[in-house]
């Protein structure tokens, strides 16, 4: 069974740095997408990053390029999202997600609804 757990969350002021992790487990593949959401209240679900397993293929949004930066540790799986120079909208509960994929292609095309496996959530707060 795939768990996703995610930490790293917390509350900082405008133009700090704070770095996501979500660790994964139950894969018995390689061949899957993974991605970072975010959500605030009101708002809908939005990807933030996404990255594919099987060839380290990612990407980020056009709203957070430069700030935010995809990695991950393939010895510990865990997934993480680098955050710098934050700001106040980027206030939101930060979320991972996984599901299988069969390319970087259908990774990148995957909407928040194509993803099936999603872990609990970390809050992040940036004050001004």
């Known amino acids: 069974q795939v768990q996703l757990v995610e930490s790293g969350g917390g509350s900082v002021q405008a133009g700090g740095s704070l770095r996501l992790s979500c660790t994964a487990s139950g894969f018995t593949y390689i061949r899957y997408c993974m991605g970072w959401f975010r959500q605030s209240p009101g708002k809908e679900r939005e990807v933030v990053a996404r990255?594919?397993?099987?060839?380290?293929?990612?990407s980020v949004a056009d709203s957070v390029k430069g700030r935010f930066t995809i990695s991950h540790d393939n010895t510990k799986n865990t997934l993480y999202l680098e955050m710098n120079s934050l700001k106040p909208e980027d206030t939101a509960m930060y979320y991972c997600a996984a599901e299988r994929a069969i390319d970087y292609v259908s990774c990148s095309r995957f909407t928040r609804t194509d993803f099936g496996y999603w872990g609990q959530g970390t809050q992040v707060t940036v004050s001004e």
């Open positions: 990255f594919y397993r099987n060839t380290g293929s990612r």
